[in-house]
């Protein structure tokens, strides 16, 4: 298969997230990609990742205002587009965040929470081990002492196991990365974790967008 014969991916550009680091990521694996500043440009991609960082509040207003919200919607929802979300591009899949009270995408059930600084050190920031918890195709090969990179204060608290993909440990267990038919995601950045971010990060852009929407539940 040629570059330009392989799925265009792109890449949400907004002014608190890390879109140019993924976007290295993808040129370093060789796959075609484009940043996207606007919903009109979702016409001319494959796949499509949210990446954030900073605070899910934040995240959303600037969603909201640019009108991603309903495009995303109609691709990801109606249109079984393959979606990646990282880090906060996790977080707002769900239906609120206790960080800035926020009102996410509600893409999952379920609500976001922060750690307990009296437990742990806030936010966590370095290296964590990641256990697969599902059988889904985008996790279907993580190593079992697997270790991929973190900043977070909060994490995701799904309503549904089925949604959970993979859990971490600090202070408590979490939801280290989620999967649910064409929708993925993970609260570790895969473009920062060294040969096994990038594995999986390349595995979101291969895996058959057919495939993916015959697990959805």
């Not at 993924?22 to 500043?37: D, E, H, I, K, S």
């Not at 991609?45 to 600037?62: F, H």
């Not at 050190?121 to 290296?127: K, L, S, T």
């Not at 989620?178 to 971010?197: C, D, W, Y």
């Amino acid at each position: 298969m040629s570059y330009r014969d392989r799925p265009v991916v792109g890449v949400i550009d907004y002014q608190t997230g890390n879109s140019q680091s993924v976007q290295y990521a993808l040129n370093f694996l060789g796959v075609p990609n484009r940043l996207m500043t606007t919903s009109e440009e979702l016409g001319e991609v494959d796949r499509i990742i949210l990446p954030g960082v900073g605070s899910a509040g934040t995240t959303m207003d600037y969603l909201n205002s640019a009108g991603w919200p309903s495009a995303l919607h109609d691709r990801v929802i109606e249109g079984d587009m393959p979606f990646l979300g990282i880090c906060v591009g996790l977080q707002v899949l769900f239906e609120t965040s206790a960080e800035q009270d926020a009102k996410c995408l509600g893409w999952l059930p379920g609500t976001v929470r922060p750690f307990t600084p009296e437990s742990v050190r806030v936010p966590q920031m370095g290296w964590n081990q990641v256990r697969r918890e599902s059988g889904h195709s985008f996790v279907a090969e993580l190593p079992e002492d697997g270790h991929f990179y973190f900043v977070n204060s909060y994490y995701a608290d799904p309503a549904e196991e089925s949604d959970i993909a993979a859990t971490t440990e600090y202070g408590v267990r979490f939801v280290s990365a989620v999967a649910r038919g064409n929708i993925m995601a993970t609260q570790f950045h895969t473009e920062k974790s060294g040969p096994l971010g990038l594995d999986l990060l390349e595995r979101f852009t291969k895996l058959p967008q057919e495939e993916l929407c015959s697990l959805r539940g």
